[in-house]
């Protein structure tokens, strides 16, 4: 069974930082795209950040320079580093990893392009 479990969300104040990680179990996910989503009340889900198989990453243009997404294929483990964040940055994270079709291929951008996801971890960043 596959399974993706997020960890690092909370509540920051404007201008800190946090660290999501995400721990996939059940599959081999090194050859597939990994990326992260949020989802704040009201809206659609959103792509924030994707990392190909070779490490190759991919950023929503408001995260660009403050966000990094990584993996450790040894531990079948993404992270995403936020940095200056900031209250719009408030909303549910979501890891999720491309099944097939989708090998040594750019991570997809629409929640479409992704066949497992985590359960979501709360990011809350207070003015």
């Known amino acids: 069974q596959v399974q993706l479990v997020e960890s690092g969300g909370g509540l920051v104040q404007a201008g800190g930082s946090l660290r999501l990680s995400c721990a996939a179990s059940g599959r081999t996910f090194s050859t597939y795209p990994m990326g992260w989503f949020r989802q704040a009340p009201g809206k659609e889900r959103e792509f924030v950040a994707g990392?190909?198989?070779?490490?190759?990453?991919y950023y929503e243009d408001s995260v660009k320079g403050r966000f990094t997404i990584s993996r450790d294929n040894t531990k079948s483990t993404v992270y995403l580093r936020m940095n200056s964040l900031n209250p719009e940055d408030t909303a549910v994270y979501y890891c999720a990893a491309s099944g097939d079709g989708y090998a040594f291929r750019r991570p997809p951008v629409t929640p479409m392009g992704y066949d497992y996801w985590g359960q979501g971890t709360q990011v809350t960043v207070s003015s």
């Open positions: 990392c190909d198989w070779n490490g190759i990453t």
